[in-house]
Nanobody, 127 residues
Framework: QVQLVESGGGLVQAGGSLRLSCAASGGTFSSYRMGWFRQAPGKERAFVGA????????YLAPSVKGRFTVSRDNAKNTAYLQMNSLKPEDTAVYYC????????????????????WGQGTRVTVSS
């Protein structure tokens, strides 16, 4: 069983930056792709970005490409979501997720391929 704990959310002005962290425990971190999703009030959960088992293979949603980056540190069992140039429409609860993938290094936006989820961290961007 993998436990995921997000941190780093908060209130920021438009144009500002935040870095979210996702600390994992209870499994072999390097065997999991890591994904980030978000859910805005009244909307469905949406894909933000993902990274394969090893750093360097990432996939970002078009709405955040160029502003957000996904990274991971397997030695620290932690994934990160660096968010720059934040906009009010980025306001949401952000969730990290882990998908077991011992042989593939491909990140994916497919919600169903993620096995474990964190509790979420709230990001509010004021205009």
């Amino acid at each position: 069983q993998v436990q995921l704990v997000e941190s780093g959310g908060g209130l920021v002005q438009a144009g500002g930056s935040l870095r979210l962290s996702c600390a994992a425990s209870g499994g072999t971190f390097s065997s999991y792709r890591m994904g980030w999703f978000r859910q805005a009030p009244g909307k469905e959960r949406a894909f933000v970005g993902a990274i394969g088992r090893s750093a360097g293979v990432t996939y970002l949603a078009p709405s955040v490409k160029g502003r957000f980056t996904v990274s991971r540190d397997n030695a620290k069992n932690t994934a990160y979501l660096q968010m720059n140039s934040l906009k009010p429409e980025d306001t949401a609860v952000y969730y990290c997720a882990a998908g077991f993938t011992p042989t593939s290094n491909n990140p994916t936006s497919n919600y169903a391929t993620y096995d474990y989820w964190g509790q979420g961290t709230r990001v509010t961007v004021s205009s």
